[in-house]
């Protein structure tokens, strides 16, 4: 997801144009707004995107227990049980962060503290989502054959620096909400034999220098069917090989939970795959800590039920774990938690290029304005664990 410039569940629409025939949105059974299901059991993936987290100290951010007590972020989501943290990768950022300098430290900071890896390939030097898959400035003279060899060894740079120093990433997601493709225009999706080489590339360079790490292709707007049967219908139809769905799910811009429920059950059948929901989040206020307008500051945003609180988060995140539980035959892995230690931090916002673009997420953080940590992480960590 990117932080100011979200593309809509009719923008997405828009993307899938049909080339194998997709269908209409599954019909949800029974009445929306929940996902009807209490059943399933332990999820293997319970994670948070931390991405933010060098960037935010490096500009004086703390982290503290419930009752107010300093302590590293790090160890405070393996004490409350998180197995996974999601860092994303981009090439040459303005700012210099989310790149391969910052991610070996931090991933060793999680080997100790005993959290998983999985790595978030954006091919591009800032935000990678529905509405922006923009070529990194050092690829821009490349052609498809070099874009394609760019890929693969910026995949196995990342992935291989990990392995050596003993901090192999378990998860790797080879593209970010990939809608409309990567690396545009060669790799947009009016060109899907470009697109599925350049996904190719980097799922090879995985598995060349991780073997045993998983691999995940990962769309936005997990409530829309007929996307993920179009887009991954083209997958099957060229051959590409990848071990797990990856789904952005968000109730404010994706639609009832059941239409994600329904989603989810289809897609694990239709292409014998399971499937984890990469991104979610909830606010615990509507309030805002820096003059940057939050993107969630309405109540009509909100999902009815759930209220923009510390305890309305929570329970949020109960609902989403009986989401993923709740897929048919255990084909759902579990949720990532986006962004969750995005505190406000002034320097520390959302564009790579401007150090005063502010942050319009910290209302969704899984910690409150005194930095300390809100119920919805220990619902996180230990709720169907």
């Known amino acids: 997801m990117r932080r100011r410039s979200v593309l809509t569940a009719a923008g997405a629409a828009a993307l899938a144009v049909p080339v194998l025939g997709a269908t209409q949105a599954v019909a949800a059974p029974g009445a929306s707004g929940s996902s009807g299901s209490s059943g399933g059991g332990r999820l293997?993936?319970?994670?948070?995107?931390?991405?933010?987290?060098?960037?935010?100290?490096?500009?004086?951010?703390?982290?503290?227990?419930?009752?107010?007590?300093?302590?590293?972020?790090?160890?405070?989501?393996?004490?409350?049980?998180?197995?996974?943290?999601?860092?994303?990768?981009?090439?040459?950022?303005?700012?210099?962060?989310?790149?391969?300098?910052h991610i070996l430290p931090l991933a060793r900071r999680l080997k100790r503290a005993g959290v998983g890896i999985w790595i978030d390939f954006h091919y591009s030097d800032s935000w990678a989502d529905p509405a922006h898959q923009t070529k990194p400035a050092a690829w821009a003279d490349l052609d498809v054959a070099g874009l394609t060899r760019a890929v693969y060894d910026h995949t196995a740079d990342v992935l291989g620096a990990l392995k050596?120093?003993?901090?192999?990433?378990?998860?790797?997601?080879?593209?970010?909400?990939?809608?409309?493709?990567?690396?545009w225009p060669e790799g947009n999706w009016e060109h899907f034999d470009t697109m599925t080489a350049f996904l190719k590339a980097g799922l090879s360079a995985a598995r060349d220098t991780t073997p045993r790490i998983r691999t995940?292709?990962?769309?936005?707007?997990?409530?829309?069917?007929?996307?993920?049967?179009?887009?991954?219908?083209?997958?099957?139809?060229?051959?590409?090989?990848?071990?797990?769905?990856?789904?952005?799910?968000?109730?404010?811009?994706?639609?009832?939970?059941?239409?994600?429920?329904?989603?989810?059950?289809d897609i694990t059948a239709r292409y014998g795959k399971p499937c984890v929901i990469a991104e979610t989040a909830y606010p615990f206020t509507l309030e805002s800590e820096d003059e940057v307008n939050d993107i969630l500051n309405d109540p009509s945003q909100l999902t009815e039920g759930f209220p923009a609180t510390p305890a309305g988060q929570a329970a949020w995140l109960r609902e989403v774990a009986d989401l993923a539980a709740g897929v048919p035959d255990g084909q759902g892995l579990g949720y990532c938690y986006w962004e969750g230690l995005w505190t406000y931090r002034a320097g520390s916002g959302w564009d790579p290029a401007d150090s005063s673009s502010g942050n319009a997420w910290e209302n969704l953080a899984l910690f409150d304005f005194q930095d300390r940590a809100l119920p919805g992480l220990r619902t996180l960590g230990r709720y169907r664990s």
């Open 216 to 265: 995940i292709l990962h769309l936005a707007n997990g409530g829309d069917n007929g996307l993920y049967r179009w887009w991954f219908d083209n997958m099957v139809a060229y051959g590409v090989d990848f071990d797990i769905i990856g789904l952005s799910y968000y109730p404010f811009w994706h639609g009832p939970i059941a239409n994600a429920a329904a989603n989810m059950a």
């Open 164 to 183: 050596r120093q003993g901090t192999p990433a378990q998860l790797v997601q080879i593209g970010n909400e990939l809608n409309g493709g990567l690396i």
């Open 44 to 101: 293997k993936i319970r994670g948070v995107d931390i991405s933010s987290l060098p960037k935010n100290e490096d500009h004086g951010a703390v982290y503290r227990t419930a009752d107010g007590r300093r302590e590293d972020p790090v160890r405070l989501l393996a004490q409350a049980g998180v197995t996974h943290a999601r860092l994303k990768v981009w090439v040459n950022p303005a700012d210099g962060y989310n790149n391969k300098a």
